[in-house]
């Protein structure tokens, strides 16, 4: 079973108080492919420009991340830049430069176009509504999503979540797409909307999962924090990637593909960018897994 994702990958120059990465391989989608890729295939959908090299594109290499969904168009890849204050629960965003990432229009290789899950990485509602006219059939559908959305594009917003099945936003955004503080309340709008389970992430708080009931997921204690970028986008890719694998989406594998995000989540802030990723093992990620059942068992 596999995965079609399609989102942004960038070059990301990030600082924050234990010190600074510039111009490292980043983009919601790296974060997801790299993630995902632990548990499943996934077929990445992307575009970048001239400037994305060989160097850069070994970072998929020797994983299970099939590129014949990656565009490389003339101009340059989509850089952002970011700053984080000391407790990294609030940052300020330096630069944007979406390059060739603003003509992006995603076209889905052949052999992608049935697919088990499809994930839908922050980008204009416009796009994410093109992918799901592109799939021919699929199992299972998730999306991302941003306060730009919801802010300029409310209606196309509405629209493409009333077609997935998992929309996943952080809990601030929740509040301001339903328009309620309470975070059960506002929940219980945005089911209204048409998914049929939304997850809230709440940084260092961890993540609720909210369909017919609630499940909550904390986030892991750890020794050392050093960039919280991507953290989120780890998450939805062990949420995706466990769930790919399994034959059906009932309330047991829905709660452990919470924990898998919830550890891919907690490896990614360890170190800037993807740099911990890459050097991630499978044991540390069962070993973490595990760790989280004594952390919440009290039976």
């Given at each position: 079973m596999s995965i079609v994702a399609v989102g942004?990958?960038?070059?990301?120059?990030?600082?924050?108080p234990f010190g600074e990465a510039k111009d490292i391989v980043g983009g919601s989608l790296t974060y997801f492919a790299l993630a995902a890729s632990f548990?499943?295939?996934v077929n990445l959908v992307a575009v970048v420009g001239e400037d994305f090299n060989e160097q850069h594109l070994s970072l998929f290499a020797n994983r299970r991340i099939d590129l014949q969904g990656l565009e490389r168009a003339p101009g340059k890849t989509f850089r952002w830049?970011?700053?984080?204050?000391?407790?990294?629960?609030?940052?300020e965003t330096l630069f944007t430069e979406l390059n060739v990432f603003e003509g992006f229009q995603p076209k889905l290789p052949a052999s992608y176009r049935k697919a088990d899950v499809v994930y839908l990485g922050n980008m204009h509602p416009s796009l994410q509504q093109s992918v799901i006219e592109q799939v021919e059939s699929k199992r299972l559908v998730g999306m991302d999503s941003m306060d730009l959305w919801i802010n300029i594009t409310p209606a196309e917003l509405r629209?493409?979540?009333?077609?997935?099945?998992?929309?996943?936003?952080?809990?601030?955004?929740?509040?301001?797409?339903?328009?309620?503080y309470n975070l059960r309340r506002a929940a219980a709008k945005i089911l209204e909307m048409g998914p049929k389970m939304l997850i809230a992430t709440r940084g260092d708080h961890g993540a609720m999962l909210f369909d017919d009931g609630i499940f909550t997921a904390p986030a892991y204690p750890l020794d050392d924090e050093r960039d919280p970028t991507g953290a989120g986008d780890s998450f939805a890719g062990g949420f995706f990637g466990y769930l790919a694998q399994q034959r059906t989406v009932n309330e047991m594998t829905l709660r452990r593909a919470m924990v898998y995000g919830s550890?891919?989540?907690?490896?990614?802030?360890?170190?800037?960018?993807?740099?911990?990723?890459?050097?991630?093992?499978?044991d540390e990620i069962e070993k973490r897994y595990r760790d989280f059942g004594s952390l919440t068992s009290f039976a």
């Amino acid at each position: 079973m596999s995965i079609v994702a399609v989102g942004s990958v960038a070059f990301d120059t990030i600082r924050t108080p234990f010190g600074e990465a510039k111009d490292i391989v980043g983009g919601s989608l790296t974060y997801f492919a790299l993630a995902a890729s632990f548990f499943t295939d996934v077929n990445l959908v992307a575009v970048v420009g001239e400037d994305f090299n060989e160097q850069h594109l070994s970072l998929f290499a020797n994983r299970r991340i099939d590129l014949q969904g990656l565009e490389r168009a003339p101009g340059k890849t989509f850089r952002w830049g970011g700053e984080y204050s000391i407790n990294l629960n609030s940052r300020e965003t330096l630069f944007t430069e979406l390059n060739v990432f603003e003509g992006f229009q995603p076209k889905l290789p052949a052999s992608y176009r049935k697919a088990d899950v499809v994930y839908l990485g922050n980008m204009h509602p416009s796009l994410q509504q093109s992918v799901i006219e592109q799939v021919e059939s699929k199992r299972l559908v998730g999306m991302d999503s941003m306060d730009l959305w919801i802010n300029i594009t409310p209606a196309e917003l509405r629209d493409v979540i009333s077609r997935v099945d998992i929309l996943k936003i952080d809990d601030s955004e929740a509040r301001q797409l339903s328009g309620e503080y309470n975070l059960r309340r506002a929940a219980a709008k945005i089911l209204e909307m048409g998914p049929k389970m939304l997850i809230a992430t709440r940084g260092d708080h961890g993540a609720m999962l909210f369909d017919d009931g609630i499940f909550t997921a904390p986030a892991y204690p750890l020794d050392d924090e050093r960039d919280p970028t991507g953290a989120g986008d780890s998450f939805a890719g062990g949420f995706f990637g466990y769930l790919a694998q399994q034959r059906t989406v009932n309330e047991m594998t829905l709660r452990r593909a919470m924990v898998y995000g919830s550890v891919m989540g907690s490896f990614c802030v360890e170190d800037f960018g993807t740099r911990r990723l890459e050097r991630l093992t499978w044991d540390e990620i069962e070993k973490r897994y595990r760790d989280f059942g004594s952390l919440t068992s009290f039976a």
